[in-house]
């Protein structure tokens, strides 16, 4: 063999960092710039607001950029890390905590811009009750946070994961499974809450006394879309965790490799189609309060509907991994 | 000048945020190291000063971009951005290196910045009113 | 290792079983949700129609979720059947 195991580990936890570095940004990036473009159209509309709406784009971005932040953390131990290396599994953990991390930054990265950037318009909107309006921005892109945080539990457990007693052949799979599991289905949740966020922060700019009830609809909304990404983590927690005997066959590995890829693409859509549910939801409470009880009902079974698809992936995935 | 006040306003507010994280942060050391955990003391305080100079330097680059011609805009603003996240990186890269950071309390340290402006805006402002 | 032609095909079907269902859940998803966005805002508009509106966005989402059974039976038969 051309290669020994330490060559291998290195490339994969070098490769690894890049990856999560690099997908990590973008969802940073896009949020960021989201939040500077609508700070941007504030300014032109009240230019004398200049120095709050400068302070709230800051804090909307500080807390947008922390995903990244999480990425960078994740890729700085990927490459000074050095673990100990005994088989090829390790190589294939670092490599599926990278990816895990990249693709789990980008929705919450994207998705916390949303509020963050209406928060600026809100506050020309309506200066009086700016401090409550960033209230609403933090804790809306807060919950937008979660599936970056469920990536980079994942990412560290990948890392400090003891693979000495594992059989090589499926479980390489089932790590590298794991992590696009989680990775992927963060996408979609993470995006889907900024939604709900952004447009509970428009809508409390319109109606100021409708707070208590747009707050409790965008919270519900959120936590409904990120039932995408908890199925994910689901779906690698078992990947991980469960012991697979020993095998020379190739169908076993791929069955595992498909149910990670299953889970994390079947998520992408649910969260993103929760999160379009919520927002509409949460916008029409705030302009309609008497509604907001029907409202509030059909975004339920609305979501309840789109997450069906969620579902389905996951009982594939399961059959995968426990069936075939 | 009006441009001036605005701007003399968010940096009085980065400073604001600063002091409290790096305040809040020592106050934490302090309490860690009463429990003779110095590694996790220096920790935090190693992560909090980099946080808060990250988010410093994001308020200032602001304004430095501000007024230039597109090209310079765009390259001034990738590589505020690429010099943010190298200075990041020092505090986490040093926590591992050295055995002397608790590589932990570094991570937690540099989401001081975050942290802060959350207590603040959900937990101190709702309790004691606007100020 | 000589890898068998059988086997081969077992692997390939159970990665495309997981692709099949994975990317096929990705339309109906986002398209049963702006289904439910348009439908909360219809009723934001007009509360008083909300019973009609539900069934309608019910309806809405069946014929949407019908591809994502698709992708479904697609999994199950490459799983159980190839």
Known sequence: MPFDI??????????GAGVCMGLGAIGAAMGVGYTGGLANQALSQKPEASG???????????????????????????????????????ASALGAAGLC?????????????????????????????SGRLTTNMLIGSAVCQTPAIFAMVVALML???????????????????????????????????GLAGGSSVSGIARQPETFGKVTTIMLVGQAVSQTPAIFGLLISFILMFKIFPETTSIAAPMAL??????????GIGPGVGNGFTAQSAVKWVARNVEASGILTRVMLVGQAVSQSTAIYAMVVSLVLIFVV | METANQ??????FQGRVCFWAMTCSLGLAFIFLFFHEKAIAKGIVLGACFSSINF????????????????????????????????LAVPLVVGLKYASFNFVAVVVGIFAVQIVTFVDHIIVRPTLGER | ?????????????????????????????????????????AIGRKPEEAGLLTRTMLVAQAVSESTGIYSLVVALLLLFVV
């Open chain 1, 159 to 193: 890392m400090f994961l003891d693979v000495n007693n594992l059989s090589v052949n499926p479980t390489w799979a089932a790590l590298l499974g794991a992590g696009l599991s989680t990775g992927l289905a963060a996408i979609g949740s993470g995006f889907g809450g």
């Open chain 1, 6 to 15: 330490q060559t291998i580990v290195s490339i994969a936890s070098y490769g």
């Open chain 3, 1 to 41: 290792m000589a890898i068998e032609g059988a086997e081969l095909v077992k692997a390939a079907a159970f990665i495309g079983a997981g692709l099949a269902m994975g990317l096929g859940a990705i339309g109906p998803g986002v398209g049963e949700g702006f289904v439910g966005g348009k439908a909360c805002e």
């Open chain 2, 56 to 87: 410093f330097l994001m308020g200032k680059a602001i304004y430095m971009i501000l007024g230039r011609s597109r090209a310079k805009a765009n390259a001034m603003g990738f590589m505020s951005i690429l010099l943010r996240y190298l200075i």
């Open chain 1, 52 to 90: 709050t709406i400068v302070k709230n784009m800051l804090i909307g971005q500080a807390i947008a950029e922390s995903a990244a932040i999480f990425a960078l953390v994740i890729a700085v131990l990927l490459i000074y890390l050095s673990p100990p290396v005994t088989n090829l599994l390790t």
């Open chain 1, 257 to 266: 490799l498909g149910a990670g890829l299953c889970m994390g693409f079947g």
């Open chain 2, 7 to 12: 701007k003399e306003e968010v940096s009085r």
């Open chain 1, 101 to 129: 991390m990249g693709f789990g930054a980008i929705g919450s990265g994207l998705g916390s811009g949303f509020p963050a950037g209406e928060v600026c318009l809100a506050i020309v909107r309506q200066p009086a009750i």
